[in-house]
């Protein structure tokens, strides 16, 4: 064999290793990206709810804002009725309201945000769950809870309504 063609073969052969080299390397990292795909549970960043809320306080509340969405109005010691497909996203929420009642009511018109954190993440929504219970508290502080049928107040909040009356 001629030196020529030798050179040819060695160059061939190390082209064909380079390549080789490069495709395994190339597989090793596509292989999380395709692996994040593949799981049983993919990572959403939102659950969509039917919601009421429900509201412990003695006046007239409107203007209610969850995470942008709106919820409406409600009576003192009243509820929203269902708002159904809330899409809620996992994490951090929000919630406004502003404030009503008869005229010369303190604070009448006092737009408000909840005092505490609510989060809500995938693991505390148990499986089968369909409705979302918020309720809004005197102390302006808020509870979220999670049910499989249409939700109902809390043990809190009925102590509260029972007191008031």
């Known amino acids: 064999m001629s030196e020529h063609k030798k050179k040819i073969n060695k160059s061939k052969f190390g082209l064909l290793r380079r390549r080789s080299a490069l495709a395994i390397?190339?597989?090793g990292l596509l292989m999380p990206l395709v692996a994040c795909g593949n799981g049983a549970k993919t990572m959403q960043k939102y659950i969509v709810l039917d919601v009421e809320m429900f509201s412990n306080l003695d006046r007239p509340i409107s203007d209610i804002m969850f995470n942008g969405e709106d919820l409406g109005v409600m009576n003192s010691y009243g509820g929203t009725g269902l708002i159904t497909g809330v899409r809620i996203p996992f994490g951090v929420q929000t919630l406004t309201w502003t404030l009503g009642g008869p005229e010369g009511t303190p604070r009448n018109g006092e737009n408000m945000k909840v005092r505490n954190t609510l989060v809500i993440s995938p693991e505390q929504i148990p499986k089968g769950t369909k409705y979302l219970g918020l309720h809004l508290y005197p102390d302006d502080t808020a509870e979220v809870t999670f049910s499989e049928t249409m939700p109902e107040?809390?043990?809190?909040?009925?102590?509260?309504?029972?007191t008031r009356k």
Not at 153 to 162: D, L, M, N
Request: avoid cysteine; charged fraction near 40%.
């Open 25 to 27: 390397i190339g597989t």
């Open 153 to 162: 107040r809390t043990v809190r909040g009925k102590k509260i309504k029972a």
